[in-house]
């Protein structure tokens, strides 16, 4: 986490901007093609540097196959790879990562306040992080400006894996991507 404030939130725009280019253009748009036309863009949260936080990365000793249970259809695999230990506030939080094959980052699905207000997606957000060069009580970054929606968001066709119970939050993120009208 070693970005200037400015080179970050440009970087978190430019993100949010090829997002939403990807979803209002692209063949693999979990958007509609008929809707596309009307898409004007993603809701965010203003970006916020408070939930850019320092997690404790912590490898699971035994690394599991675990299955998560998905918005329709059979459940997902997944391998629980980490636990992130991190302070928001006053308070300590942890959260788990999985490893899904093939892939070089963790998948931390959550949810938080703001999936029960229906701030931000029904069945919660994932998040996207990068263990390079980490081990056991090593620090990585875990940005959740960066937080987003499964495709399952935007539209019934797909299947989306459901964050674990202990994966919520019990904090409003009030960072990333957000369903809500501001």
């Known amino acids: ?13 430019a993100h949010r901007a090829d997002k939403d280019e990807f979803l209002a253009t692209h063949d693999q748009s979990p958007i509609p093609p008929a809707d596309r036309g009307a898409f004007d863009g993603l809701r965010y949260f203003d970006i916020d540097a408070s939930f850019r936080v320092a997690a404790r990365y912590q490898p699971a000793r035994d690394p599991e196959a675990v299955e998560l249970e998905t918005t329709r259809g059979p459940p997902a695999e997944y391998t629980r790879a980490a636990v992130l230990g991190f302070d928001l506030g006053d308070s300590h939080h942890t959260l788990t990562a999985f490893r899904v094959e093939g892939e070089s980052s963790l998948f931390v699905p959550f949810t938080d306040e703001t999936t ?4 931000t997606y029904e069945h919660g957000r994932y998040l996207d992080v990068d263990p390079a060069g980490a081990d056991g009580g090593d620090e990585v970054a875990l940005d959740f400006n960066l937080a987003y929606n499964p495709f399952c968001a935007y539209g019934g066709s ?13 904090a409003a993120i009030t960072a990333g991507e957000r369903v809500d009208a501001d």
């Open 116 to 119: 029960d207000d229906g701030r």
């Open 158 to 170: 797909f299947s989306c894996a459901l964050p674990p119970a202990d994966n919520h939050v019990p």
């Open 1 to 13: 986490m070693t970005d200037t404030d400015d080179a970050w939130q440009a970087r978190i725009a």
